[in-house]
């Protein structure tokens, strides 16, 4: 059975003290409904995507929460996964859908981060880390990306002026992104100058603390205009903590969720036609092109140098600006990775759109913690 | 497609102090992969129920956390519902089988609630209610529970005897289920005379504290032996907030989705033979077999008073204990529901086997917050 996206709807990302988290999701919701044209009435399930709403708003049980708030008392539920919560929500949806249980499903992906202290917010995230072994003793996320970071360095010469240039090209993506935190161009001295967060990821290599939500309708029907298709929807696990992991350079989940991906549509890496990847850090970045066959080991900053991964290369990578400037509140990544792709697919992306001869398939990459959990959600176009 | 349970584990209940979250769970999916004949390669997909491990431990991704506990590399979410988590993750897992995604589940529901004194409890099992209108100015769950009981009283002259009597039975079901918290008969008069909690509801009114974990796993091939299928899994919500309901002597939620199970399957409640409930408070049991349509409504007590829903009666309502006798580790409780409702129909209870003649189909009533998720499953024995 056919799944595909029937409107979207998403909030400014960003600082944002004026708002709380039900009203963001609201507001995406009703953006999302609005523009497929629908009203909550027509929604027979929602799918809300949060990672840790109870550290930092005091508040669980989204499910309800949202639904209550639009009116709704059909089936809702909150869907967990860390930072791949957007895309686990998408996951549930999709098979909610083929299942028949139902035609249309809403698929709200908020987080509020503000509203606590940036070092709660730090201790919030690293419970996406495994807390008796890593964050219990200290262990930040930036931390164990930087590991990740030094070892990339060490075994392929990866240099930090490599990593400069996906913060680089994500901020500019993000200046012709309305709903984008970050709206601004940024140079390889400003990265490498930066306030040093955890060695050698510094201020600008780390995505931020984000307000924001996203929301997508799935339905059955194939909708008029310009139709997008989900077609694969893989999700694969790894160990919670980095230090179970074989080999550090490479997040064996991303590996092992796009090949069921690519075979289950019979396709190739190089048939993707771009893609929004989980640019938490930099280095993140730069293993998501390995592990996803855009690029060999080692070998993926050859590509990125030669600007391959810009809106205007072979594959664009992160056209909304990434999780590093487009802001990346947490539930929401997920959710807001599928609307680029959908509004890149549909030719709806306005002034960032990608002119791409053929622009078919889309990716997503979204990751939880330091890699346990990957899932990768693959969108093709209709347009005949 | 057609769903079985294939299998289940269970820990014991209770005060668990030597016990961590990952060994709770590890141990309920091991006990089940044996109780199936199956090994963590047989299992496709983990869904893993939790209401609030933020709080209670500061470890969230228990999808990942528990996959690679297990040594699985397989797609792993959580999802949560307050306290109808478990019966969330049952629906979200029957509808990923149903969407043929996958052959076989595994859904593990867990708490640890202890490692944390208990206003802190107090305050993380508050995130289930409207944390910026009720919880923020001090409501708590005994609190809002309390409310509908003194309504239900000045409604419809229910008493304090009436909800003891609750109590009385879930703890004498309890004494027979060897992984109960509490094993131990109590009277009227102890009931009347503890502590009050929140007034008129007290200490023996209320379901503990308790750490735990269930699990079980549901598949589409027929098990030999005895099958118990999942037949129907219906969710519909609330208002989050109990002051925004027009009646809080009703869920409404309850009366919806068990309306949907029973219309989908074209039964009426006095088809169901056995069933287990959701009570968190006594007064949420007695509210219960009106919602479901077992007695009319404000009328439930009569048949309270003649013991219909005693292990030996008519229509016996939580023979495992209840949340209030066999304990409430929220996330394992309604997974713990539906293996009560499996042994049952399955005749594989024990001592505390229901000794009817027809013993067909089996309720589970799962209950998110003061009412605003309800879960409905229903059960049916298909030995002929």
Redesign the interface.
Known sequence: MAVYIQGQGITQFGELWDR?L?SLAVEAALKALKDAKLTIKDID?LYIAN??T??F?????????I??ELQ???????????CASGS?AI??A????????YKRVLVIGVEKMTDIEGGQAT??L???????WE??YGATFPSLYALMAREHIRRFGTTREDLALISIKNHYHAVLNPIAQFKKEIKVDDVLKAPVVADPLGLLDCSPISDGAAAIILGVEEPKGKPVELVAS????????LH?REDITSL??AV?ASSKAYEALKIKPSDIDIAEVHDCFTIAELIAYEDLGFAAKGRARDELRRGHYHREGKLPVNVSGGLKACGHPIGATGVKQAIEIYLQLAGLAGKRQVKKKRLKLGLTHNV??TG??CVINIFKSEVK
Not at 72 to 82: I, L, N, T
Not at 94 to 101: A, K, T, V, Y
């Open positions: 709380d039900r399930a990672m840790n109870s550290a708003t005091g508040q669980e049980h989204l499910g309800a929460l639904a209550s709704s008392d059909k089936p809702a539920m909150r869907v967990e996964g860390a686990l996951n549930a999709f098979n909610s859908l083929r299942s028949g249980s201790q919030a690293a419970a996406a880390s495994d807390e008796e964050s219990y893989e999700i694969a696990t790894s160990s919670i903590a179970d064996d989940a092992k939880g913690g346990a959990t």
